[in-house]
């Protein structure tokens, strides 16, 4: 197991209402580290602080005594259809986010030691014949460019402060995440193969995608880790394996093959971003840290999930 802070930490999370950082403040504060967050709305405890980062506004003091900064805030790439203008909110939101943040590290009498900012899978693009290490190279599509214009936004943070980007992959969980729309099709019997279902999916259970945050922002075991990291599965899974599971567990039909042009008509370029493209990612930077996977098999992530 990997060894965890020997004191606990003042951390500070942006995105903190979200389907990954409700869990992850929970865990945070159950492993008795200090935990603030930053909220739109008008704060209703004493470890909310309000900003405003569509209009670059938060206050640099929050900021002093963190030790770690987290930022996992964003528009939600699950909200469908990507119109034009909702693709710019995909990367305003991000981008815009986390200039926010890195100009209050600028302007702080003590930055933090570490900024954890949120990536994703979509940075590889479709890579069906690569296999993927932390540090593979940026793709090509929409959202590899979003996660690019992110990271490089991350990485602008000043001397001193240790970045780390969470290319996190799907993530399976209860309550949301990639399989939230899935659901409803496979209660309604039309659950199926999506394309091939051969493509590649960059799985993690939300249990590890917490458990994966943590360790890198807590732990002494990764505090030589900076750059990118993969946040998936150790054992890679196509789609087909997935969906196949989600219909097993809901105990309904898996019967048909949904093919690309049908799920291009319907999502638009989201099908090719998002349920189409293939990513072998491997989370080595992880392991080598001595991370261990609750989940290791897709099928069992999905179990847990329902």
């Not at 991000?94 to 209050?104: D, G, H, K, N």
């Not at 051969?198 to 945050?213: F, R, S």
Request: overall charge negative; proline content about 7%.
């Amino acid at each position: 197991m990997a060894q965890l802070a020997e004191q606990p930490l003042s951390i500070l999370v942006a995105g903190a209402s979200g389907f990954i950082g409700t869990p992850l403040v929970r865990a945070l504060r159950d492993a008795g580290h200090h935990v603030t967050t930053l909220v739109r709305s008008e704060p209703h405890t004493a470890t909310e602080f309000r900003w405003s980062p569509s209009s670059r506004k938060l206050d640099p003091a929050i900021l002093d005594g963190a030790d770690v900064v987290i930022n996992l805030a964003g528009a939600n790439i699950g909200k469908l259809p990507w119109t034009e203008t909702y693709k710019q909110e995909i990367l305003r939101s991000r981008v815009s986010a986390t200039e926010t943040l890195v100009e209050a590290m600028r302007h702080a009498t003590i930055p933090p030691a570490l900024f954890l900012s949120g990536s994703a899978s979509g940075v590889y693009g479709d890579r069906p014949a690569d296999v993927l290490p932390d540090d593979a190279d940026a793709g090509t599509g929409f959202l590899a460019e979003v996660c690019t214009a992110w990271e490089a936004a991350a990485n602008a943070a000043p001397d001193g402060v240790r970045v780390v980007t969470l290319r996190t992959g799907i993530v399976v969980g209860t309550g949301g995440g990639a399989l939230a729309p899935l659901v409803p099709l496979t209660k309604a019997g039309l659950g199926g193969r999506l394309g091939t279902g051969g493509q590649h999916w960059p799985w993690i259970a939300l249990d590890d995608e917490v458990g994966a945050i943590v360790h890198l922002a807590t732990s002494p075991d990764a505090a030589g880790i900076s750059g990118p990291v993969n946040l998936a599965g150790p054992e890679p899974a196509v789609a087909d394996r997935i969906t196949r599971r989600v219909a097993e567990d809901l105990h309904r039909p898996y019967l048909f093959r949904i093919p690309e042009f049908a799920l291009r008509l319907v999502l638009q370029q989201a099908a090719d971003e998002m349920l189409l493209s293939s990513q072998q990612m491997v989370p080595t930077k992880l392991l080598e840290s001595g991370y261990t996977f609750r989940y290791t098999r897709a099928e069992d992530a999905v179990d847990a999930a329902f």
